[in-house]
DNA sequence: GCTAGGCAGTAACAATGGTTACATAGTATT
DNA sequence: AATACTATGTAACCATTGTTACTGCCTAGC
């Protein structure tokens, strides 16, 4: 664990902070001194993510959803501990996208922490402000471009994300992510396989071209 | 200056630290020791608002924007800070909606007053976290709103901020923050006029009952 | 193999918003 | 007052997206 945690954040923090961080790390139960995230299960608090992605949604009280970014390697999200924090309903959900290793910073040791560690308070202003530009990105497409743009976008996106040139969706799931209908993900999705750009099958989907 | 300087953020930092920003304003050239911003004026780096407010916009390659949220009086923006810092271009705009008092922070001051007051911590901090909630809202109302109450809100948030019951735009301006045309606008309005919501005059809009 | 349920393809239609074009009405300049 | 410019009203049309409905297909469970 120590390795994958150097790896992660050794040349962001101060040998000091990393220290600390391996001691809340081996206070959690799990006996690799950490803690692993199962698909789908959902993060409160603050993580910092070792390996994995974790997918950061938006819903309203309608139900309605939308997909606003992922979290990687060596990333945090404030938003999700201040979320909780605050009584207000902002309402944001993350889930494990794929096996995820995190340790989830206690509240008391983030106060401390900020306090004690440059590098600790340069990384969360980092943090926020990468946050606040990915959110504009997310922002952009939904404001300037058409749906076969986002659609496309999305598909590269969660290539990426997941290392696979396979997305592993029903064309429901993209519909939810996207907060449009299946008919027009089924719709958009024919004309770019019409076009070469992807190949569908049932429950995936192939890049070939995008 | 004081008096404002105190009544806009003597409840939130130190009193060492107003001493050290008032500092910072009676450095500025202006006799009463701060900057006035006029109305349109472009706003670089860290302000610290005490009276007006300030529009802040996204803007793509195109020249299409897109109204992102207002300042008001003891906010503060790191967003126009950080994108300003970092090369990339990270298309904000901040504008002066009034005319507007504010001390801009010089960057350094920024850094050394991170480390120096819990105080200013937490302001940057809770700054970040409104500013994200802020565009959350707006990312909201164009992912699940039509173009009908987007516009609504629209009128009823730039009332608020300018402390009137008119809206002194053009139809085509507001096309611009919504970011959409000028026709669909007049459309919707005439609507709203319909259904004795609004008045529409040349040049500036009653609202009597949104 | 049969069946039920989930997934995808497609057609037809509705609704919303964007575009073009032109008319009319204020306002400013001369 | 004549002119030019800007703001607004409105109609007609198009493109994109959303909705409904129905089809067939695959797969799991029997």
């Known amino acids: 664990m120590i390795q994958e945690l150097k790896a992660s954040y050794g040349h962001i923090f101060e040998e000091a902070l990393i220290n600390e961080i391996i001691q809340v790390g081996t206070y959690k139960e799990i006996p690799e001194g950490y803690k692993l995230m199962d698909i789908g299960e959902y993060i409160k608090g603050m993580p910092l993510l070792i390996s994995g992605a974790i997918k950061v949604l938006r819903e309203d009280n309608d139900g309605d959803e939308l997909l606003l970014y992922y979290l990687e390697q060596g990333d945090t999200c404030s938003m999700t501990l201040t979320c909780c924090m605050s009584d207000a309903k902002s309402e944001i959900r993350a889930i494990a996208e794929t096996d995820t290793k995190l340790i989830m910073v206690p509240v008391q040791k983030m106060e401390e922490w900020t306090a004690k560690y440059k590098s600790w308070r340069n990384f969360i202003f980092n943090s926020y402000h ?52 299946r008919v027009v993900i089924s719709r958009l999705l024919k004309k770019l396989e019409q076009m070469g750009k992807i190949e569908l099958h049932r429950n995936y989907i192939k890049i070939l071209d995008l």
């Open 130 to 181: 990468n946050r606040l530009n990915e959110l504009l990105t997310t922002l952009d497409s939904i404001a300037f471009d058409k749906m076969d743009m986002r659609l496309i976008g999305y598909l590269k996106e969660k290539a990426r994300i997941n290392k696979e040139d396979t997305i592993q969706n029903t064309h429901q799931e993209i519909a939810y992510d996207l907060h449009t209908s």
